[in-house]
């Protein structure tokens, strides 16, 4: 179980570096395994507090981000079913693809809540628009908020995909189809927690959020986000 696997490393080596971003200014933001648990459990207690039930689904739109990581386990924690959407889809697409997945709510950065708050018919369709940083919560306190435990059958994540063309389609993978492909991986590829990944893809990419995020996290592994892919930010983010 993901969720359980955060725990032990939030455990066993709460100072250990989880993830590594690099902000247009150049300058590096580090969470800690200890921080990364904590956070998605305040959230994840902020968001069962607003109503919000295991078996819902939830919609998250934003650029990669620390906090784009922490609502994606978060709504994993309180098990519902993650709904990620790409940072440049339009308000049109979003709409549609809240109502095709029946989302319960949108977890969106600053900006991009911003653009959906501005939009008529994302009002009018009464989905509420949550800002990342308004239910983050603070505190190092651990929130006591039991962890859901999934079914393997339980639906996990809905990914938008359309390979390069055509019009994006909803993939359900369950908890099962996620954690067997962490699994396979990780027996294929010798990844630990002495190891820093670097993920230089979109997050709601299934490739960028499973290979290049869940797999090194489920090591103990440390995941390093490049600004972009130019060659200059890439080097950077390597060294």
């Given amino acids: 179980m993901l969720a359980l696997r955060l725990r032990h490393w939030s455990e066993s080596d709460p100072g250990k570096t ?38 819902d689904r939830i919609a998250l739109y934003g650029e990669n981000s620390i906090n784009w990581v922490i609502s994606y386990f978060s709504i994993h924690f309180l098990g519902a079913t993650i709904v ?4 440049l889809y339009g308000t049109s697409e979003i709409i549609n693809f809240l109502k095709f997945s029946e989302s319960s709510a949108i977890i969106a950065d600053q900006t991009h809540s911003g653009k959906l708050k501005e939009d008529t ?6 989905i509420p628009i949550l800002t990342m940083d308004s239910i983050l919560g603070g505190g190092s306190d651990e929130p006591s908020f039991e962890i859901s435990t999934p079914e393997p059958d339980d639906l996990m994540v809905i990914l938008f995909t359309s390979g390069t063309t055509g019009v994006p389609k909803g993939v359900q993978l369950t908890s099962h189809n996620i954690q067997s492909t962490v699994k396979a991986i990780l027996d294929s590829v010798d990844v630990t927690d002495t190891d820093n990944v ?23 592994a440390s995941v390093t986000f490049s600004e972009s892919l130019k060659s200059g930010d890439l080097l950077a983010a390597v060294r």
């Fill in 84 to 87: 990620p959407f790409d940072s």
């Fill in 121 to 126: 018919a994302i009002r009018e369709s009464g």
């Fill in 198 to 220: 670097l993920n230089i893809l979109p997050l709601h990419h299934g490739y960028s959020s499973v290979v290049a995020l869940l797999c090194p996290l489920y090591a103990g």
């Fill in 18 to 55: 989880a993830l590594i971003f690099r902000n247009k200014e150049g300058k590096y933001s580090r969470l800690s395994y200890r921080e990364l648990y904590l956070s998605c459990l305040r959230m994840s207690s902020t968001l069962a507090g607003m109503g919000f039930k295991p078996g």
